[in-house]
Each structure stands twice: as structure tokens, then as C-alpha cells.
């Protein structure tokens, strides 16, 4: 299986593990790090909404745990009608631990639709702003 079908398969295992009775969308992620390990992550939410953890941040934390510093690629998945781009707190989280070429992708109606942390999120802060 090539790598991009494993992301998919990942990310959408990974989107039926999640919890989401308040908003009853799932979202499910896959990363690909610099180790060529596969992190997967689920979109957890809370009765305390704010307190809702996204799919992207969760497979970050996943990657991080496994000893990850990179993502070479990431594969979203959701049960939305719609493209599920990622929130603008998700994007300054994959800004962390990505590079201009790093794959952010989006599967949607058989498609994967592909985008640059650049795409998302131009002018960003980053560690580069906090040197003094
Ligand atoms: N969600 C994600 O997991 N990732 C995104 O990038 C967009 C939103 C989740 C958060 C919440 O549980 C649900 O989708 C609806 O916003």
C-alpha cells in the first residue's frame, strides 16, 4: 500500500474512534514524521466546549510521545459535507513542527486536496519572532 492509502486508512480509523456527541462531526488525522512513522489522532470534545481537543492536535501530541520532531505529511478526514481545512489554532500547531515542505492534505469525496503551511497560514509567528 503506498503511503498517502495508509494516511487515509489511519486518518479514517482514527476519525471513528472520535468523540464528538456535542457537535456530531468526527474528524480523524494521520502524520507522517521524520522517522517515516504514522501518528494517528481523533477529534476529543468535552461538556465544557472550549476544553475540545482537535484531531490534528492529538496526533501531534501522538508523534511527539513517539518521539517524532517533524511532519513530512498529514492526512484529515471528516465526516463534514465540506472540506475540512484545519482550524486557525490547528494551523499555528502544524507551523511548529512543519516546513515549507510539508504536506497538509485533505481527503474529501476520493480527492486529496493539497496544501503548504504557507497556503495556511502566511505571515505567521514562530520561533524565529521570539529571538531577541
Ligand atoms: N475539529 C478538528 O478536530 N479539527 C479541525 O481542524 C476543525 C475542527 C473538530 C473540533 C470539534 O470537535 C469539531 O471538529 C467541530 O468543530
Redesign the pocket.
Known sequence: MTTKNQLIKQAQAAMKRAY?PY?N?C?GAAILDNNDKIHAGC?V?NAAYPL?V???GSAISNMVLSGGSRIKEIMLVSTGENL?T??GG?RQKLKEFSDAKTKIQIFHNNQVTEFSIEDLLPHSFSKENLSK
Request: with cysteine.
Open positions: 464528538a457537535s462531526f474528524v477529534n470534545e475540545g482537535c484531531a490534528e475540512v484545519p482550524c490547528c
